[in-house]
């Protein structure tokens, strides 16, 4: 979206030459993908909840004192043109201490259902979400 400098996604084609690569490849990508980075933003899919992958994000973000942040994508269009299902949050999943990660981690949903609006309020919208994961963050 821009919004973030030197934060490009990684391709269908590089994403399958990480996979190729077994577990530890991938454990190594997400690694590098963090190194460096203040706050992990965790795009929630209709299927991104449980995903291991995901799980191990989420966890290694938190665990590295980096800020965490969700936002639903179901209302973007995807390269189909298709609008998705809202997802579960992921974030269900975890505990820190006595509390449940989801009452902790803020998840941003757009108010919007047109794909266009949805895209430009995150685009928005986005830097202060981060800013407030920091904040967030650094109260744990």
Do not use: C
Request: proline share 3%; no cysteine; hydrophobic share 30%.
């Amino acid at each position: 979206m821009g919004v973030i400098e030197g934060n490009k996604p990684a391709t269908d084609n590089e994403w399958e030459d990480v996979k190729s690569g077994g577990d530890k490849e991938i454990q190594n990508w997400i690694d590098g993908q963090l190194n460096g980075k203040s706050v992990a933003i965790v795009l929630i899919g209709s299927k991104t909840a449980g995903r291991k992958w995901i799980k191990y994000e989420i966890k290694k973000a938190w665990e590295d004192g980096k800020g965490v942040l969700g936002v639903y994508v179901h209302n973007l269009k995807d390269s189909d043109e298709e609008q998705s299902t809202k997802g579960d949050n992921p974030f269900k999943a975890y505990k820190i201490g006595d509390n449940s990660m989801s009452d902790i981690v803020k998840v941003y949903d757009p108010p919007y259902s047109t794909s266009t609006y949805v895209y430009n309020h995150i685009k928005e919208n986005l830097a202060d979400w981060i800013e407030k994961a920091i904040e967030i963050r650094n109260s744990y």
